[in-house]
């Protein structure tokens, strides 16, 4: 068992980690769209990538999520063990829709033995999720 103070150094040289091993200015928050940005995922359970929808309106989110929907089959073309989840629960309780592509092997951050796998799952996937994101930008925001 690790500290707070050794879990946080731990995830901070994840990230860190990762930065490094693959240079490039992701997407991520600069979708220009609020409340809707594109995460990296990991913790000790899981990895994943991420669309989330949490702009304050709750029904901005539903029809952000429904025009996703309506793309559902264009993605699963690029991506098709991707997951459509209208009500999912934050560790905080906060109920959001995500889209997300979960890392399949094993994983822990705290367990630097599985990280490279996960970096290359993260440097595979995450392109494909944001040229799919720029392709339906227009789509996306339109409601």
């Known amino acids: 068992m690790f500290s707070k103070e050794e879990a946080a150094l731990l995830r901070r040289e994840f990230w860190t980690s990762f930065g490094k091993s693959f240079p490039r200015k992701w997407l991520l928050y600069n979708t220009k769209i609020k409340g809707v940005a594109l995460k990296f995922i990991a913790d000790k359970k899981e990895a994943m990538i991420c669309l989330d929808l949490e702009n304050p309106d709750e029904i901005k989110n539903l029809l952000y999520f429904d025009q996703m929907l309506s793309l559902k089959t264009l993605l699963e073309t690029e991506l098709p063990e991707i997951i459509f989840e209208d009500a999912y629960e934050l560790e905080n309780g906060k109920i959001i ?5 979960s890392y399949q092997g094993n994983f822990n951050i705290y367990n630097k033995n599985t990280w490279r796998e996960c970096y ?19 789509v996306i925001k339109n409601i």
Request: charged letters at 35%.
């Open 97 to 101: 829709q995500r889209i997300y592509l």
């Open 120 to 138: 290359e799952f993260f440097e595979k996937n995450m392109p494909i999720f944001e040229l799919f994101f720029y392709e339906y930008e227009d």
